[in-house]
């Protein structure tokens, strides 16, 4: 089975930083594109960060550029979401996505994209 396991999230004050960890299991990470999207209650989830396949390409939303970077670690079949400058409209959780891809694309960060979904790590950003 195809598995994507969120890790990293929590309480930090607004200012602090956390890094996101989504493990996959049973494909290989390097041929699926990755994406992070947010939720936070009565909102609509968007799209935070994407990465292609191979690490070609990457996206950020402008609410977090600047602020957040996302990288691969192809040998332990991980993505790292690292989150810096945290502010209290970051609180959220936050879901890892993929999608197979044969050839790297410009990433978007469209849901419907996506078929695999992990089950989220909580973030909160407050004093």
């Known amino acids: 089975q195809l598995q994507l396991v969120e890790s990293g999230g929590g309480l930090v004050q607004p200012g602090g930083s956390l890094r996101l960890s989504c493990a996959a299991s049973g494909f290989t990470l390097d041929y699926y594109a990755i994406g992070w999207f947010r939720q936070a209650p009565g909102k609509e989830r968007e799209g935070v960060s994407c990465i292609s396949s191979f690490n070609g390409n990457t996206y950020f939303a402008d609410s977090v550029k600047g602020r957040i970077t996302i990288s691969r670690d192809n040998a332990k079949n991980t993505v790292y979401l690292q989150m810096n400058s945290l502010k209290p409209e970051d609180t959220a959780v936050y879901y890892c996505?993929?999608?197979?891809?044969?050839?790297?694309?410009?990433?978007?960060?469209?849901?419907?994209?996506?078929?695999?979904w992990g089950q989220g790590t909580q973030v909160t950003v407050s004093s």
């Open positions: 996505t993929a999608h197979f891809e044969v050839i790297t694309t410009t990433p978007k960060p469209a849901e419907a994209l996506y078929d695999y």
